[in-house]
Each structure stands twice: as structure tokens, then as C-alpha cells.
Nanobody, 121 residues
Framework: QVQLVESGGGLVQPGGSLRLSCVASGFFFNSFAMSWYRQAPGKERELVASISNYGATIKYAEFVKDRFTISRDNGKNTGYIQMNNLQPEDTAVYYC??????????????WGRGTQVTVSS
């Protein structure tokens, strides 16, 4: 059974940092790309960043470029996103999922509970 569990969210002041983790199980993690997504209250879920199965290719949404860094450790079946210089508009529930590279909106897992990130002073 495909399972992805996010963690690492919390409350942080503007300008602060958080590192989110995503532990995968039930499938061959290194066979799929991985992405982070987020959904703010009242808004659609949006794509934040994607990394190919061995990390050779990475893409970021324009709104997080130069602030967020996506990575993965296939030996630990875990993906990460380091988020720096967080701003109030980054407040959202963050989700991870895995997919074939070109199919970011057809992930292989169901959406988990995500992890809440709140940026506020």
C-alpha cells in the first residue's frame, strides 16, 4: 500500500525556516519523481517543487525560487524540502506525493494529512 507521511511543519516567524520531511513506503521510492504541494485556506492545491527519481532534475514554482530547496534520500525512502525566508503567504498545509515525472497531478498515492506551516509574527 502506497503511503506518504509528511512532518516538520509548525509556527514560524516571517523570515524563519523549516525543514519538512516525507517518508514513503509501500512502493519503490526511487522509481518515481517526488513533489511537494501546498494548499492554503480557500485556495486550490498548488505545486511547490519537484525532484526526479534520482535527483538529477529539479523544478520550483516561481514563488519559492531561491528560498526553498527540495531533496531526497532514496536510501531512507525520504524526501525533504528546506524552506527559508518564510513569509505569511507561505502559510498552508504542505503535502508530498510521488508520480511519473510529467504527471505531477496524477500522483500514485492518495493525499495524506499533510503538515501545517504557519508563518506569523
Amino acid at each position: 500500500q502506497v503511503q506518504l507521511v509528511e512532518s516538520g511543519g509548525g509556527l514560524v516567524q516571517p523570515g524563519g525556516s523549516l525543514r519538512l520531511s516525507c517518508v514513503a513506503s509501500g512502493f519503490f521510492f526511487n522509481s518515481f519523481a517526488m513533489s511537494w504541494y501546498r494548499q492554503a485556506p480557500g485556495k486550490e492545491r498548488e505545486l511547490v517543487a519537484s525532484i526526479s527519481n534520482y535527483g538529477a532534475t529539479i523544478k520550483y514554482a516561481e514563488f519559492v525560487k531561491d528560498r526553498f530547496t527540495i531533496s531526497r534520500d532514496n536510501g531512507k525512502n525520504t524526501g525533504y524540502i528546506q524552506m527559508n525566508n518564510l513569509q505569511p503567504e507561505d502559510t498552508a498545509v504542505y503535502y508530498c506525493n510521488c508520480h511519473r515525472w510529467a504527471e505531477v497531478w496524477a500522483p500514485i498515492g492518495s493525499w495524506g494529512r499533510g503538515t501545517q506551516v504557519t508563518v506569523s509574527s
